[in-house]
């Protein structure tokens, strides 16, 4: 939003007319979000409005864990997950308009820890190990600034022609390999596709979606099944509920994770839920939906 002044300043005006005093905190680089969030609930902000895409929003929110402040999205990046998760869509002029109806509701987020029990980061969507994670590693920022969304496809596709490296997931007691495991608290992935379909915010457990196989060629069975939305009943797919989960590298293989859609480094890690950490601002009509899905 930094690159277009006047809308910027549209969103200014328009939170300014609702009675908002806006005091704007522009960053310099990587991690500057969560020091910036951190200094302002410490300094007695009652709302903090993330402006950018779901990366930006991840940072905002390691800097409010734990506090009573409300978070709110401005969507403006590449991806926009959460916005289109959420229904917010993908105004920051027309999610401004909005605030006012929005409603603040206490989540539960993701929480990765090393394996001696550190914690690294806080992510409110998905991690994601293998796959998709080598995938957000080795992607080119100048790539994804042309391309946009595209250069995670154009990516994805280069993977097609090299084995996938394997790691093992252990929850609850059960052990499985794969070469792709997803720990979602959302239902949509990349802002086009709903893989985890039974993830909600409003839940404090993720919905783990295991992808079987080191052949690539398996995924366009796999993808083709989410487009489908029947890849949960295929072989070598596998849909559970955890809230707590170790993932390892097979093989000794060097696996990637990424936590909403950022490089996190590489496995092993614990990956579990911290309920009660975050006030998210949400539409109504986003929290009727999710609430009858899950009464009826």
Not at 74 to 88: C, D, F, H, K, Y
Not at 197 to 213: K, P, T, Y
């Amino acid at each position: 939003m930094r690159r277009n002044p006047k809308l910027l300043a549209g969103v200014v005006s328009i939170l300014e007319e609702q009675g908002h005093a806006v005091i704007l905190k522009p960053t310099n680089g990587p991690g500057d979000a969560t020091h910036i969030a951190a200094r302002c609930v410490s300094e007695g902000a009652d709302l903090i409005l993330a402006a950018g895409g779901d990366g930006t929003i991840n940072e905002v929110a390691n800097g409010m864990i734990g506090s009573r402040v409300p978070l709110g999205i401005l969507p403006a990046g590449t991806a926009n997950v959460l916005a289109t998760e959420t229904r917010l869509g993908s105004d920051p002029a027309g999610a401004a308009r909005s605030f006012g109806a929005l409603q603040p509701v206490r989540i539960a987020v993701g929480l990765l820890r090393a394996m001696d029990g550190e914690p690294l980061r806080h992510f409110l969507l998905m991690a994601g190990a293998g796959l998709d994670a080598h995938i957000v590693a080795h992607l080119n920022a100048r790539v994804k600034k042309v391309f946009g969304k595209g250069a995670y496809w154009l990516a994805g596709w280069q993977s097609a022609f090299r084995r996938l490296e394997e790691l093992d997931v252990e929850c609850g007691g059960r052990r499985a390999r794969c070469s792709f495991a997803l720990a979602s608290r959302v239902r949509n992935y990349g802002g086009d596709l709903e893989i985890a379909r039974g993830a909600s915010l409003l839940h404090e457990h993720f919905e783990m979606v295991l992808f079987e196989g080191a052949n690539p060629l398996r995924f366009v069975k796999y993808f083709t099944g989410v487009l489908l939305g029947n890849a949960a009943r295929m072989r070598g797919v596998h849909v559970l509920k955890a809230r707590c989960l170790t993932l390892r590298p097979a093989n000794q293989k060097t696996v990637h994770i990424q936590i909403d859609g950022e490089d996190a480094g590489t496995l092993p890690v614990r990956v579990e839920t911290a309920p009660d950490a975050l006030t998210l601002l949400l539409p109504a009509d986003f929290l009727e939906r999710e609430r009858q899905r899950w009464t009826t």
